[in-house]
């Protein structure tokens, strides 16, 4: 215990007194590589223990439990939309991801969705078939 006592209270102040901390935001232009080379070990750890940190205080969220649709039509049970085959004309795209400004239309709200979260989540597009001549 004595070994740890003399670590904390003679040591640790004396490394902390020797780095290379500049005076002001200009003044870390003016670190030499070896100056930067002694503060790897402290701002590693310094890093190393604000991430464990915030791993341990993070709230834990299962994804099985996570609902679908955030917002859309929540006051009701269950979201349903009926449309009449006659008013979609040649071709109509149905959001299937939740996001969508113009739900239950699609809007491309899936593309920025599938760049952030490496998804690959698309519209449910309805085609008039063409009259075989």
Not at 28 to 37: E, P, R, V
Not at 108 to 128: A, F, T
């Amino acid at each position: 215990m004595e070994s740890v006592s003399a670590l904390i209270r003679v040591s640790l102040p004396n490394y902390l007194k020797n780095l290379p901390i500049p005076d002001s935001v200009s003044g870390i232009a003016s670190l030499s590589g070896q100056d930067w080379l002694s503060l790897v070990p402290f701002v590693g750890t310094v890093s190393l223990i604000v991430y464990v940190t915030v791993q341990a205080f993070k709230p834990k969220v299962e994804k099985k439990n996570f609902p679908v649709n955030l917002k859309i039509q929540k006051e009701n049970a269950k979201v349903v939309n009926m449309v009449d085959i006659e008013d979609l004309g040649d071709k109509v795209s149905y959001c299937r991801c939740w996001l969508s400004k113009k739900f239950p239309l699609c809007d491309g709200s899936h593309n920025k969705h599938n760049d952030e979260m490496g998804d690959n989540v698309g519209p449910l597009v309805l085609k008039r078939k063409e009259p075989s001549k």
